[in-house]
T-cell receptor, first 112, second 115 residues
Framework: SQQGEEDPQALSIQEGENATMNCSYKTSINNLQWYRQNSGRGLVHLILIRSNEREKHSGRLRVTLDTSKKSSSLLITASRAADTASYFCATERGSTLGRLYFGRGTQLTVWP | EAQVTQNPRYLITVTGKKLTVTCSQNMNHEYMSWYRQDPGLGLRQIYYSMNVEVTDKGDVPEGYKVSRKEKRNFPLILESPSPNQTSLYFC??????????????FGPGTRLTVL
């Protein structure tokens, strides 16, 4: 069963703009992870944020986590055409470590 | 290079013809799992394995079998494939030793079509 739900389903922006994607989930988590998938290809791990963390950075990526609202956001700054992909959030619960619960993803298109 | 490999990458088969999709990882990970990805549904876990000879069902196990005889390999078996198993399949692995916050590594995917 799906745990995460991304919002929006699709996002279209110009190069140089920032892209923000949101993820909501329903139950307690151990950590939340964001993945990128280029069309029909494998998933690439972007960033993992633990349940006791509120914000994390990695290059142009910034992830926030609000466990009280059961939500997370992924910000990609200064987007590039190469960032065009689907982005998924996935949660991992403490009771079932290793098992990821994915949302349906946000399709990001960055126009040159 | 640390990686998860899957074979075949593409497969077209007919209903009822048994098939196996292989998965192998070279990172000595304890945890391995299989997911399927369908449009509008995201990824759903089929089966997982915590270690050698330890396997368990995920969210959508019907019609699938797995085995974990060696730590590095985790094949997915479809005994009698049906058209509703047409999907994109991903194998993944994760270390469990050393912490609760380990990322998962995904294979490149196997696109299966059952006619």
């Amino acid at each position: 069963s799906q745990q995460g739900e991304e919002d929006p389903q699709a996002l279209s922006i110009q190069e140089g703009e920032n892209a923000t994607m949101n993820c909501s989930y329903k139950t307690s988590i151990n950590n939340l992870q964001w993945y990128r998938q280029n069309s029909g290809r494998g998933l690439v791990h972007l960033i993992l944020i633990r349940s006791n963390e509120r914000e994390k950075h990695s290059g142009r990526l910034r992830v926030t986590l609000d466990t009280s609202k059961k939500s997370s956001s992924l910000l990609i700054t200064a987007s590039r055409a190469a960032d065009t992909a689907s982005y998924f959030c996935a949660t991992e619960r403490g009771s079932t470590l290793g098992r990821l619960y994915f949302g349906r993803g946000t399709q990001l298109t960055v126009w040159p | 290079e640390a990686q998860v490999t899957q074979n075949p990458r593409y497969l077209i088969t007919v209903t009822g013809k048994k098939l196996t999709v292989t998965c192998s990882q070279n990172m000595n990970h304890e945890y391995m799992s299989w997911y399927r990805q369908d449009p509008g549904l995201g990824l759903r876990q089929i089966y997982y394995s915590m270690n050698v000879e330890v396997t368990d069902k995920g969210d959508v196990p019907e019609g699938y079998k797995v085995s974990r005889k060696e730590k590095r390999n985790f094949p997915l078996i479809l005994e009698s494939p049906s058209p509703n198993q047409t999907s994109l399949y991903f194998c993944a692995s994760r270390a469990t030793a050393g912490g609760d916050y380990n990322e998962q590594f995904f294979g490149p995917g196997t696109r299966l079509t059952v006619l």
